[in-house]
C-alpha cells in the first residue's frame, strides 16, 4: 500500500517484531501488546491462523489483494501461510490469538469480523491463560467455547479490494493519496490511458467493487483512524472530500450499518 498524507492506509513509522515460534505450544496462543501510534510489522507468514483485534484503536492489515481495517468491536482474521503486514492507526492495545491450521469452522480467507459482545469477553478471558494451559481442564474448555463463537463470528465489509492491472493501480494510489480528489472517472481513464468504460469495466471486474463504490468506502475506511483519535467529524467529512457532514454521517451509515458515533463508542 503506498504512502499517503492521510491517518490510516499509510507506511507507519515504528517497527514491531514478529515472535519467532517453531510451533504454537497449544491449539491457541494469546498474545498481548500495548502498541504506539503507527508500529507495524513487516510483510510476513506463519503456519498458524491469527486473529488481531484492537480494544482500543484501530488495526489495519495489509495483503497483496487489499487492505482491511478493524475499528472497535472488530477484528481481522489472517489464515495460516497469508502474506501479510499489520500495523496500528494511533495508539492501540491489541491482542492477538494465534490459532492451530486447520482448526475446524475457521475462514480460508482474509477478513475483517465482527467481535460480540460474548467473544470480546472470551479473547481477554484467553489472553489471561498461561502459554502452557491445561487443555484438558477448564482452560482447555474455555479456549474451545472461544474458538466455537469464532468461528460464527459475522464478516464486516471493512476491507479494500485493490485491483491487479498496474494503470488502475496508480489510480488507486493517487486516491489514496488525495480522496477528497473529485475527477470524474473519464478524467481518470484519461490520466491512466483507458476509457471510461474500460476503466469502469475492468475495476469492477477486478475488484468487485464499481469505481464509485470504491472511492466512497475509501474515503470512509481513511476515516475511521482520525475518528478513533477524536478528531471532529466535520473536520473529518471535509478531509474525506464531503460537502457536509451529514452528507459524510449518511454515507458511514449506509455502508457500515452505524453512525460514527456508535461505532466508536465505548463498550
Given amino acids: 500500500m503506498p ?33 504506539a501510534p503507527g508500529a507495524w510489522s513487516a510483510p510476513h507468514t506463519h503456519p498458524w491462523g491469527q486473529l488481531s483485534y484492537a480494544i482500543e484503536g484501530v488495526l489495519q492489515v495489509e495483503t497483496a489483494d487489499g487492505c482491511f481495517l478493524a475499528p472497535p ?19 492501540a492495545q491489541m491482542r492477538s490469538l494465534y490459532v492451530q491450521a486447520g482448526t ?6 482474509c477478513q475483517v469480523l465482527e467481535i460480540s459482545p460474548l467473544l470480546r469477553e472470551l479473547v481477554l478471558a484467553v489472553c489471561g491463560l498461561p502459554e502452557h494451559y491445561d ?12 474458538l466455537d463463537q469464532l468461528a460464527q463470528a459475522r464478516p464486516a465489509a471493512l476491507d479494500l479490494p485493490l485491483p491487479t492491472d498496474a494503470r488502475l493501480r496508480r489510480l488507486c494510489s493517487a486516491l489514496q493519496a488525495d480522496p477528497a480528489d473529485a475527477r470524474t472517472w473519464a478524467q481518470w481513464g484519461e490520466a491512466v490511458g483507458l476509457s471510461e468504460r474500460s476503466l469502469v469495466r475492468l475495476f469492477q471486474a477486478q475488484t ?5 463504490a470504491w472511492r466512497r468506502r475509501l474515503r470512509l475506511l ?12 466535520a473536520a473529518v467529512a471535509a478531509e474525506c472530500g464531503y460537502a457536509s457532514p451529514s452528507a ?11 453512525t460514527p458515533t456508535q461505532m466508536f463508542a465505548a463498550p
Avoid at 3 to 20: D, G, I, K
Avoid at 208 to 212: E, K, M, Q, T, V
Avoid at 222 to 232: D, Q, S, V, Y
Fill in 135 to 146: 487443555e484438558d481442564g477448564p482452560p482447555g474448555r474455555l479456549v474451545a467455547v472461544t
Fill in 208 to 212: 468487485g467493487l464499481a469505481p464509485g
Fill in 73 to 91: 468491536e472488530r477484528a481481522v482474521w489472517v489464515p495460516a501461510a497469508l502474506a501479510h503486514s499489520i500495523h496500528n492507526i494511533g495508539p
Fill in 248 to 258: 459524510f454521517i449518511t454515507a458511514f451509515s449506509a455502508e457500515f450499518g452505524l
Fill in 3 to 35: 504512502p499517503n498524507r492521510q491517518t490510516a492506509l499509510r507506511r507507519p513509522q515504528a517497527e514491531r517484531r514478529v515472535p519467532r515460534l517453531a510451533a504454537l505450544p497449544r491449539p491457541v496462543l494469546a498474545r498481548v501488546e500495548a502498541l
Fill in 104 to 109: 475446524p469452522g475457521l475462514p480460508t480467507q
Fill in 222 to 233: 481513511l476515516a475511521l483512524g482520525p475518528l478513533a483519535a477524536g478528531t471532529k467529524v
